[in-house]
């Protein structure tokens, strides 16, 4: 249940990630996105614990995942004509498993947590178990979203505000900062608006930059 939750987020990335990609290319962008993102998920498991503690991995996390939804709000209007398709498609797939490696480090601890109560020799299995049962969910909310973009492009503009959003609360609870700022849940709320908002303004500013090199 943990995972299916926190699959939302990764529907909405690869959903924005693949909006882009001719209609038949999607359904690959979405599946191989998924595998990629459902690997490294994996892989951080082991070291959930770890992660969380080193002092400005969360910040540098955050900076990115703010950089990765400025570039979905504003992606680059120059000629990609020449561009073979598969390369469209991997460049996707890579969006995909760099904005779900850096939203990974939060949610990998919450499943670790759940596993814990099944004694060690189970946990990795139960957690890979709880990733595979995701991965369907996660490839047809994706669908459902691209769907949802093509008829109302906003979504597009709330996605991106979504990511500033996770890179917002995860700055706010990085050990090296942590200390320094109050752990209550309204600056963890304030931290969130500020990030989303951040990836609003820059994606703004990145279009209307972008505009009179398009005329």
């Not at 990630?17 to 191989?32: E, H, M, N, Y």
């Not at 109302?152 to 320094?180: C, N, R």
Request: charged share 15%; aromatic share 6%.
């Amino acid at each position: 249940m943990i995972d299916i939750l926190l699959g939302g987020d990764n529907a909405v990335v690869i959903a924005l990630a693949c909006r882009q990609l001719p209609p038949a290319q999607r359904t690959k962008g979405i599946v191989w996105g998924t595998v990629g993102a459902i690997v490294l998920r994996v892989i951080l498991i082991a070291f959930a614990l770890t992660l969380l503690q080193i002092p400005f991995l969360k910040l540098v996390g955050g900076a990115l995942l703010i950089w990765i939804g400025v570039k979905l709000l504003a992606p680059d209007e120059d000629d990609h004509s020449g561009i073979q398709s598969s390369d469209k498609l991997w460049g996707a797939v890579k969006t995909v498993i760099v904005a779900d490696l850096v939203m990974s480090v939060d949610n990998v601890i919450a499943i670790a947590g759940a596993a814990q109560g099944a004694g060690e020799q189970h946990q990795l299995a139960l957690v890979i178990f709880g990733l595979l049962v995701s991965i369907p969910i996660i490839v047809w909310g994706s669908q459902l979203v691209l769907k949802l973009m093509d008829r109302f492009p906003i979504i597009i503009t709330a996605g991106g505000m979504l990511l500033g959003w996770i890179a917002g609360t995860m700055a706010h609870s990085d050990p090296a900062v942590a200390p320094y700022l109050p752990q209550d849940r309204s600056w963890h709320y304030a931290m969130g608006v500020a990030g989303a908002l951040i990836v609003l303004g820059l994606g703004h500013l990145a279009r209307r930059g972008r505009q009179p090199a398009a005329d």
